[in-house]
T-cell receptor
Framework: GDSVTQMEGPVTLSEEAFLTINCTYT??????LFWYVQYPGEGLQLLLK?????DKGSNKGFEATYRKETTSFHLEKGSVQVSDSAVYFC??????????????FGTGTRLKVLA | DAGVTQSPTHLIKTRGQQVTLRCSPK?????VSWYQQALGQGPQFIFQ???????QRGNFPDRFSGHQFPNYSSELNVNALLLGDSALYLC??????????????FGPGTRLLVL
């Protein structure tokens, strides 16, 4: 079945450091890929998405490229800020035969940015 | 434009009791999905409702049931609560498109504690 694997955290960085959070997936169809962010005490917020191979999603300085050949969707940011401290979830959306969509989430990677 | 809203925000129950959680989708959305997020884990799909019917279901027992109303709002019911049902319950809404994948928008969640 479909699955998402992301690097375990926590990831601790200094402010202005470069961030990479790895995500790989397995899917039977042609999924869309997403990164969600969850701040303490809150629900999930969509950060960025990519719907087909070689697409690059970007938002708030974060970006991720849909790599079909390596089944990956790694999240990157050139210079992190303390306010980026949160839990990041990689997810895929794939189509059921009924036509509706299912979402599979990774286990999350906690990022802590130190001033 | 109101986003996804959930009520209540927090809830404490005892084992064996029943609970009902409520969700109002984002304006314009017609599909509601429910997720259970245990502490330190990613969201796990419970079920999805569209056109007032359960369309897809994850690996959850029949103690978990739901309903969708004509205004697209939804309820999640859990009977015979177990300690292991303690979690953050997330509602997500989306628009069921026929041409491609959509993106879900999440509510802030209801935190359920079972004692």
């Amino acid at each position: 079945g479909d699955s998402v694997t992301q690097m375990e955290g926590p990831v601790t960085l200094s402010e202005e450091a470069f961030l990479t959070i790895n995500c790989t997936y397995t899917a039977t169809g042609y999924p869309s890929l997403f990164w969600y962010v969850q701040y303490p005490g809150e629900g999930l917020q969509l950060l960025l998405k990519a719907t087909k191979a070689d697409d690059k999603g970007s938002n708030k300085g974060f970006e991720a490229t849909y790599r079909k050949e390596t089944t990956s969707f790694h999240l990157e940011k050139g210079s992190v800020q303390v306010s980026d401290s949160a839990v990041y979830f990689c997810a895929l959306s794939d189509k059921y035969t009924s036509g509706t969509y299912k979402y599979i989430f990774g286990t999350g990677t906690r990022l802590k940015v130190l001033a | 434009d109101a986003g996804v809203t959930q009520s209540p925000t927090h809830l404490i129950k005892t084992r064996g009791q029943q609970v009902t959680l409520r969700c109002s989708p984002k304006s314009g959305h017609d599909t509601v999905s429910w997720y259970q997020q245990a502490l330190g884990q990613g969201p796990q799909f419970i079920f999805q409702y569209y056109e007032e019917e359960e369309r897809q279901r994850g690996n959850f027992p029949d103690r978990f049931s739901g309903h969708q109303f004509p205004n697209y709002s939804s309820e999640l019911n859990v009977n015979a609560l177990l300690l292991g049902d303690s979690a953050l319950y997330l509602c997500a809404s989306s628009f069921r498109t026929s041409g491609g994948p959509d993106s879900q928008y999440f509510g802030p969640g209801t935190r359920l504690l079972v004692l």
